[in-house]
């Protein structure tokens, strides 16, 4: 193993707390040679991220690599002074983060801060790290990069500012870049550029490439070797085609089984028997006290024609100087009852928007809401409106913010009944503890507070609390794309028992394909606020109509070589 | 840009005439000056005749409308108490109070933000836990207990500075200053240290506060992971993203360093436009007092409109006419 480049043995990173030794990382090997990409792939909290920090000598305090070794061209690394690890920092070994929009200073222009670190690395003049800085935005794509090199990053979009901060990694030509789940805060179809960037300039440069990230789908697309973590330790490594495909550790089995594939459609995510973090839901109990309404006559529960919706994107004294976005264009579709409809489309085609006008969150600027066959957008009273509230819930994509911290738990549940008047005293009460019941919590949990709960469990949290009056319409807006891979099983499981059992009506809205393939009955897709096709899910799969639609399924990352044990008795 | 500025410059002349309404109504309420002007053996007559002179006599809209007419000539009118016109007054008395609030900015923006660099950047070291918990004096005691404790310690107890007065001034043009002699700089430095300490603490725990916010964000942890000095880091990435809310609060800080400049001047028999003020609400000398408070408020809604320009100089996010190309 001479032609390593990076090689970590035995390395564990210690937090101490004031209560105990917090282990980060346990004794994880790992090894990249130049040109390799190399998939370091978990859970939140499995230590991914600590070990590329730990590499680069950036832990954050009291965090200290406790033991074990970080080598570099077979020269320890670790136990360097500060002043030794700067100078392998951006010179020898590069970092990219997550999120291209906050890793530029907003307030240097792009130029200034290539030009700084090329001058810094490579003790060029002002002039010749000008011109290498252009030379490098060229390479990773930017077009007109001697006029762009001077703007600022907010005039860049998402993906283009990461070829920027990709650009940033390689002024010093680095033998090594850690990407820190480079692509997780950008779109389908930029996703896809820039792990063939990434690719390209791995080949080209013989560079070594650490790829952390939670999605299995940018593992199986892009890297050669794989390490999976669990819980801080290396449970499993091998290449690609082989950990994917035939995975040994148990707890790889169940994280493959989680995944959402493109290709087939399972009828209920396999439960994950590793860790024990398994949490029940009870849902024949729910079903049994569930109050159904009269079925809907004409079979349609939601029907919305020619919906528009403008924002103001620049205000003027004088009304036809204003400047106009438009959202959603004359978006029409209709759900059926007891029917999972998706809306598909990339980030700022409009989905949420769409989402938010039925549930009245936001004011038409045109089109007609049909529910139950009567028009919503006719009623203009708060009151006219209350009795279609009740019936519409919503499940935000945020399990974080969605919740009000200073609320408990079981006044957050039963907020929309008393709001709805629809229990009164200790019946109140009793239906918040009955929820969390069924929702796999227990009725103790309404006494504490949002941020007791893990993401997964506020999740349950917030579909309890759109429970609560039992609507006959839940809207889910990215219900499960905060959460990890095995809890968003659950959740989608959570989602699949509702509409089965108590007959529910759902609107689910989502940017990530697989996931819609196996909730959803009819698919919409979205394109800059215009609903560009709608089919049956699985004819939309199969033969899709549009030529955008085409190239979102052609974008979407196949995982064929995905081991398919544990499902064989879910694939429908 | 320009309409920005124009838009700003007519909001701000708003400011001004609703500022000038409000100070000139309250003067109604606050006696009658002609009480203190006439001695005991007044007639009616004498009464009557002096209002007329003063223009007290005319209804209060059209004694606004003059004073604001006057005003924008620069005539603030004459000083009841001293006989003299109030420009005049005033700009023999500003320098003194303008110089003592420029020291002491200078001071409180000087120290606060380097202090409160250091504290940012040392976070757990034992001489920036110090300074935090000095600087809790500084946030806590009143103005005017402070410049009393300095007077007792260094005038009385050391006897190492004056305790009143502008010392020795120096005249260059109409404007006097004490910057120039030993005398007038001695007795600058426990009157511009009262002002400014209160300003120099809020500064200081600002600018810690935000910075330890900004030494968080992805794009300095980015500068390390590039491998740039700690310097570069902390100075060219870090202060300049800190400095962005920290203007708005220290700009009217520096208006408040003008306003406070009354309790500082009293305490000091500092011969400003603070004492000037205090000595005009005893007597009633309503142009005084008029004329001051829109000094103030022509201050206040100038360093405002400056601090606005400074977040055009500095925050390019703001500068874009939707020419970003998204």
């Known amino acids: 193993m001479s032609d390593t480049v990076l090689d970590i043995e035995g390395l564990s990173v210690h937090f101490p707390t004031r209560r105990k030794l917090f282990v980060a990382v346990n004794k994880a090997n790992l090894a990249v040679e130049p040109g390799e990409i190399h998939g370091l792939v978990g859970e939140s909290g499995a230590g991914k991220s600590t070990i590329g920090a730990a590499v680069m000598g950036l832990l954050e305090r009291p965090g200290h690599i406790a033991e074990g070794s970080v080598s570099f061209k077979g020269e320890h690394i670790n136990g360097r002074d500060a002043d030794g690890m700067r100078a392998l920092r951006g010179a020898k070994i590069s970092m990219i983060f997550q999120d291209p929009l906050t890793s530029l200073n907003p307030l240097l222009t792009v130029g200034q801060q290539l030009v700084e670190t090329i001058q810094f690395h490579l003790k060029l003049s002002e002039a010749d790290s000008k011109k290498r800085a252009i030379e490098l935005l060229d390479r990773v794509g930017i077009p007109n990069p001697s006029e762009r090199i001077d703007q600022y990053p907010h005039q860049f979009s998402g993906g283009m500012r990461q070829r920027v901060v990709i650009a940033l990694a390689l002024c010093s030509e680095p033998d090594v870049i850690i990407a820190d789940e480079p692509t997780t805060a950008l779109d389908v179809s930029i996703q896809a550029q820039i792990l063939e960037l990434i690719k390209e300039l791995a080949r080209e440069r013989q560079t070594g490439v650490i790829l952390i990230t939670h999605d299995m789908g940018v593992i199986a697309d892009t890297t050669d070797k794989v390490t999976v973590m669990y819980q801080g330790q290396v449970v499993e490594s091998g290449t690609t085609e082989q950990v994917l495909g035939a995975p040994e550790h148990e707890y790889t089995k169940s994280l493959i089984a989680a995944v959402p594939r493109p290709t087939l459609k399972v009828h209920r995510f396999p439960q994950l028997s590793y860790g024990g973090r398994q949490i029940a839901f009870h849902i024949d109990d729910l079903a049994r006290n569930w109050e159904r309404p009269e079925p809907t006559k004409s079979g349609t529960l939601l029907k919305v024609e020619g919906l528009t919706k403008t924002f103001l994107a620049r205000n003027a004294i004088i009304p036809s100087r204003r400047k106009y976005f438009t959202a959603a264009d004359k978006v029409s579709f209709d759900i059926r009852e007891g029917e999972v409809f998706g809306i598909v489309g990339e980030s700022g085609s409009g989905k949420s928007t769409v989402a938010r006008m039925i549930a009245t969150l936001y004011q038409t600027n045109g089109g007609k809401i049909f529910f139950d066959d009567e028009e919503i957008t006719q009623l203009k009273t708060a009151k006219d409106l209350e009795s279609y509230r009740r019936q519409i819930q919503m499940i935000f994509q945020d399990p974080f913010s969605s919740l009000n911290p200073r609320m408990r738990v079981d006044e957050i549940i039963a907020e929309p009944v008393k709001h709805h008047k629809l229990l009164e005293g200790a019946a109140i009460q009793h239906r918040v503890d009955e929820l969390l019941e069924r929702v796999g919590l227990g009725s103790e949990a309404g006494r504490k507070y949002p941020h007791e709960f893990s993401g997964g469990q506020r999740q349950r949290i917030s579909i309890a609390r759109a429970l609560a009056t039992q609507p006959r319409f839940l809207i889910c807006d990215e219900p499960t794309s905060a959460l990890d891979v095995s809890i968003q099983a659950q959740i989608l499981n959570i989602l699949k028992d509702l509409q089965e059992h108590l007959g529910l009506t759902m609107l689910f809205i989502s940017h990530d394909l697989p996931v819609v393939r196996q909730m959803c009955d009819r698919v919409g897709v979205m394109r800059q606020g215009q609903m560009v096709e709608v089919a049956d899910t699985e004819t939309l799969f199969a033969a899709p109509k549009e030529a955008y639609t085409r190239e979102l399924l052609s974008l979407m990352p196949k995982l064929e070589g995905l081991s398919t044990e544990g499902l064989e008795d879910e694939i429908v | 840009m320009l309409t920005y500025v124009l838009k700003r410059v007519l909001q701000s002349a708003l400011v001004l005439l609703v500022v000038g309404l409000v ?132 005038s009385v107890e050391l006897g190492w500075l004056p305790s009143f007065g502008r010392g020795e001034v120096t005249h260059i043009g109409w404007w006097s200053t004490g910057l120039l002699t030993s005398s007038g700089l001695k007795a600058l430095i426990l009157p511009s240290i009262t002002l400014g300490l209160y300003q120099m603490t809020l500064i200081m725990r600002l600018v810690r506060s935000e910075m330890l916010e900004v030494l968080r964000q992805d794009y300095v942890r980015f500068a390390r992971a590039r491998g740039l000095k700690e310097r570069t880091v902390n100075f060219r990435h870090a202060l300049k993203n800190t400095l962005v809310p920290v203007i708005t609060v220290t700009g009217l800080q520096l208006g408040s360093i003008i306003a406070f400049a009354i309790i500082t001047e009293t305490v000091f028999q500092w011969p400003g436009v603070g004492l000037l003020f205090i000595n005009a609400i005893q007597f009633v000398d309503i142009p005084v007092m008029a004329a001051y408070l829109m000094l103030i408020s022509v201050m206040f809604v100038g360093i405002n409109l400056i601090v606005d320009l400074l977040y055009f100089a500095i925050d390019p996010r703001l500068r874009t006419d939707g020419k970003g190309a998204h």
Not at chain 2, 85 to 104: N, Q
Not at chain 2, 122 to 145: C, E, H, Q, Y
């Open chain 2, 23 to 154: 100070a000139f109504s309250m003067f109604r309420f606050v006696g009658d000056p002609i009480d203190n002007m006439l001695g005991q053996e007044r007639t009616d007559a004498d009464i009557a005749r002096l209002r007329a002179d003063l223009g007290l006599d005319q209804p209060f809209p059209v004694q606004y409308y003059k004073f604001l007419e006057n005003a924008v000539q620069g005539d603030f009118g004459v000083s009841f108490r001293q006989g003299r016109p109030v420009a005049e007054i005033l700009v023999e008395r500003a320098p003194a109070t303008l110089e003592l609030a420029a020291v002491s900015g200078f001071l409180a923006i000087s120290i606060g933000i380097g202090l409160g660099v250091f504290t940012a950047i040392r976070k757990d070291g034992f001489l920036a836990n110090m300074i935090m918990s000095v600087s809790l004096i500084g946030v806590s005691l009143p103005t005017f207990l402070i410049g009393i404790l300095l007077i007792y310690l260094f």
